[in-house]
T-cell receptor
Framework: NAGVMQNPRHLVRRRGQEARLRCSPM?????VYWYRQLPEEGLKFMVY????????ESGMPKERFSAEFPKEGPSILRIQQVVRGDSAAYFC??????????????FGEGSRLTVL | AQTVTQSQPEMSVQEAETVTLSCTYD???????LFWYKQPPSRQMILVIR??????QNATENRFSVNFQKAAKSFSLKISDSQLGDTAMYFC???????????????FGKGTHLIIQP
């Protein structure tokens, strides 16, 4: 059973470009979470999605950032007009519906975004 | 809002020694989970151990155990017989039980970089 898959692992963008990060949850998992990790920091919650629904996006900046988890395909975290401050590691995690309230999240290996 | 504090940015011990990583948290909630996650150089977050706040018994997983002091809001991780492979960042995390995830879900501390010396 494959784990949470994130791609790309590394992404380099120039200021003003768009970044798209993808996350395929573990098989059978319907809950996806995105976290951002700045250097020397812990993970900060961004958004929580179920299939086709955004449940909580209170941790996501109001501008330039968006997330989706369509019925088919991976979850996408999209950052428009990137700035240097967006440089970070972005982690996706998933959990199965039946254990959604246990806090047991399964993390991907992260996508490291570098903005030049 | 919950906060999680890890006061030790870095620790270094010799292989086979026992090491304790500290974590304190602040919350007004009564039902919650606490976690320790490990992040090795590969950067993948790996769940080490989990503690339900309503359980008095401290959780243990092989060489890993916790000292959960609910009144003091303290949740330390003890690693016995440390191994070179234990070298990693260790993050303490808190989750409000009723939220089911999201902004009141996992709140992480800033981490402790643990180095196991041969």
């Amino acid at each position: 059973n494959a784990g949470v898959m994130q791609n790309p692992r590394h992404l380099v963008r120039r200021r003003g470009q768009e970044a798209r990060l993808r996350c395929s949850p573990m098989k059978g998992h319907s809950h996806v979470y995105w976290y951002r990790q700045l250097p020397e920091e812990g993970l900060k919650f961004m958004v929580y999605l179920q299939k086709e629904n955004i449940i909580d996006e209170s941790g996501m900046p109001k501008e330039r950032f968006s997330a989706e988890f369509p019925k088919e395909g991976p979850s996408i975290l999209r950052i428009q007009q990137v700035v240097r401050g967006d440089s970070a590691a972005y982690f996706c995690a998933s959990s199965p519906r039946t254990r959604a309230n246990t806090g047991e999240l399964f993390f991907g290996e992260g996508s490291r975004l570098t903005v030049l | 809002a919950q906060t999680v504090t890890q006061s030790q940015p870095e620790m270094s011990v010799q292989e086979a020694e026992t090491v304790t990583l500290s974590c304190t948290y602040d919350t007004s909630e009564n039902n919650y989970y606490l976690f320790w996650y490990k992040q090795p150089p590969s950067r993948q977050m790996i769940l080490v151990i989990r503690q339900e706040a309503y359980k008095q018994q401290n959780a243990t997983e092989n060489r890993f155990s916790v000292n959960f002091q609910k009144a003091a809001k303290s949740f330390s991780l003890k690693i016995s017989d440390s191994q070179l492979g234990d070298t990693a960042m260790y993050f303490c995390a808190f989750m409000n039980l009723h939220s089911g995830g999201g902004a009141d879900g996992l709140t992480f501390g800033k981490g402790t970089h643990l180095i196991i010396q041969p």
